[in-house]
């Protein structure tokens, strides 16, 4: 699945992050606890270098537990990375990320200078609610419309620490499928960028393989049908999304399935894990030089005419 969605505000925001990064001390990446990897800034590796980074895998409520547990552990692999969990209205998770944050940057911590921060996330990982209940106040706007936050804003925390909002940037181009995928299914991706069957077939043959207890407890399912197709069919009979003739209504069903999931109301599920998405990683990478391999191959062809 091909998703391009790049607002001219994330291009915008991408080249002012490369402006205030050298004055930052710290970096804070906000995450879907959900999906710690397809949440992740596309840019932020190569633009942090050696800066310390917290990575707050956000929502953590709705992600299982288990496995958010192996995300932070993989995640704290890489040097200066640490991680923390939280929901984002949490006030005592939120000064825990405080600490976390003088202890990140010692030097500044016992003196009278202030911790430079910068936030970061894409779009709809929470990162507004959690500048929020930081300040105390509403300052970022909040919803559940993805790409909310338009411009950069700078904000005076307790203990020193300033921090420096940025809007959601989304990758400009998902290379990776499944990505795409887990984006539209927890509610990243705008419903208008996407074809929410599409989006509920690949969420349904997911939990058929990994959560299927769940979702048959939600679905009020005696057993899972054999595709999942024939489950939507079911889920579209038991919650009554029929057209005339006793056909079921697709579109319907779909959007109740993502809007349950979105809710959390099929329980606590994580929709990759570290094993998974360094698989689909390097295939990425492998088509990456597949296409180098025939561009370089073109490009010779027309040298020799």
Known sequence: MAIQWYPG??????????????QVDLIIEVLDARIPFSSQNPMLAELRGSKPCIKVLNKMDLAD???????QAYLEQEQSVKTLTMVAQQQ????????????????????????????????????????????????AKTGNEPAITKMQQRIKLEQGIVLHDTPGVLWPNLENPHSGYRLAITGAIKETAIDNDDIALYGIEYLMRT??????????????????????????????????????????????????????????????????????????LTVREQKAAKKAARKQKKTRR
Not at 65 to 71: G, H, K, L, S
């Open 65 to 71: 537990p288990a496995i958010t547990e192996r995300w």
């Open 92 to 139: 005592d998770r939120v000064k825990d990320l405080l600490t976390l944050c003088q202890k990140m940057v010692p030097a500044k911590a016992s003196s009278v200078k202030q911790i430079q921060t910068m936030i970061m996330g894409i779009p709809n990982v929470g990162k507004s609610t959690l500048i929020n209940t930081l300040a105390g106040r509403q300052i």
């Open 9 to 22: 505000h994330m291009h915008k925001a991408s080249k002012e992050m490369k402006q205030v990064l050298p």
């Open 211 to 284: 959560y299927p207890m769940a979702l048959q407890q939600r679905f009020e399912l005696n057993e899972l049908p054999e595709t999942g197709l024939e489950t939507m069919e079911a889920i579209g009979h038991r919650r009554g999304c029929l057209r005339g003739g006793g056909r079921v209504d697709l579109e319907r069903v779909a959007k109740i399935i993502l809007t349950e999931i979105r809710a959390g109301m099929l329980g606590p599920i994580s929709w990759e894990t570290p094993e998974m998405t360094e698989k689909e990683w390097a295939d990425v």
